[in-house]
């Protein structure tokens, strides 16, 4: 069921869908929106409570017309503790996160660790921008206001997260979520992502299940990467996604359903943090 609510004064929109079981909330990458965990969402409602916004800014989640705008890692932390007392959701969830979604989710785990069960920590990083990297995305999001248009994220954004030889399917489906977006929303998230902390320093202290997917050929988080940050958490199980690039989920989502199924019963199991 697709729904709404007023946060901050702008309608913060999520799909929400499964009754039973525990609650799994689905956090998205960038510049994507809720519908990159359209097979997650089909598959896995049959067994838990899937809830998964559009975050602020992106998707059908407006975030106004402010062109200097930033929504900060911490504000969408925020906003989805702000969606889960909305739904008066005190239990803990397990908390996926794809890229933008993992920076996310350690911001969520900084401020509000008794809220998470377990996590999911999809195709994402632990380190901040480099000064260039972070320069690099400010300038693009003040081109992007100023242009008023999706066009310059898709061209700097596409060729680093789609895989190579996408099917034409995988980049209509990009293109849907970017271009539901605003040029404000892109841009507030741009800087958001360009101005976030590093959360290496929180891996030790994190003893909840955490099962880490990554992709063979991902080019902004290499197995590599993510195995070593991974290997800093006490009770990891870290999976690396043949043939994928950063998008396992939409790029094989038998496969990385059936690995997030087989975690399920250790994801859900007593907290142990
Ligand atoms: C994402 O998929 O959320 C972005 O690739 C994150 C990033 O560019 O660092």
Request: proline residues 8%; hydrophobic residues 40%; glycine residues 6%.
């Amino acid at each position: 069921m697709h729904l709404t609510f007023t946060l901050h004064g702008q309608p913060y929109h999520y799909y929400q869908a499964g009754q039973t079981g525990p609650i799994l909330l689905m956090v998205h990458g960038f510049p994507l929106s809720h519908l990159q965990w359209q097979p997650q969402i089909d598959y896995f409602q049959k067994q838990c409570r899937v809830v998964v916004p559009d975050l602020r800014g992106l998707g059908k989640s407006n975030s106004g017309t402010d062109p200097n705008l930033t929504i900060s890692m911490e504000d969408h932390a925020d906003d989805l503790i702000a969606l889960l007392d909305h739904l008066q959701i005190t239990e803990p969830v397990i908390l996926m996160g794809l890229s933008m979604g993992g920076y996310i989710a350690w911001q969520m785990l900084r401020k509000y660790a008794s809220r998470i069960k377990s996590l999911v920590m999809c195709h994402t990083r632990v380190i901040a921008d480099t000064p260039e990297q972070s320069q690099a995305r400010i300038k693009l999001a003040a081109e992007t206001c100023q242009k008023q248009t999706a066009q310059l994220v898709e061209d700097v954004m596409f060729p680093r997260i789609l895989p190579p030889h996408a099917p034409a399917s995988l980049v209509e489906l990009l293109r849907k979520m970017s271009r539901t977006t605003t040029p404000e929303g892109l841009a507030a998230n741009l800087r958001g992502i360009a101005s976030r902390q590093a959360s290496d320093d929180l891996l030790p202290k994190i003893n909840m299940p955490a099962l880490v997917i990554s992709g063979e050929f991902d080019a902004i988080s290499s197995p590599q990467e993510m195995g070593d940050w991974a290997r800093k958490m006490a009770n990891h199980r870290f999976i690396a996604i043949p043939g994928v690039s950063h998008l396992s989920p939409l790029e094989a989502p038998d496969l990385f359903n059936r690995h997030l199924e087989e975690a399920l019963p250790w994801l859900t199991g007593p907290k142990n943090c």
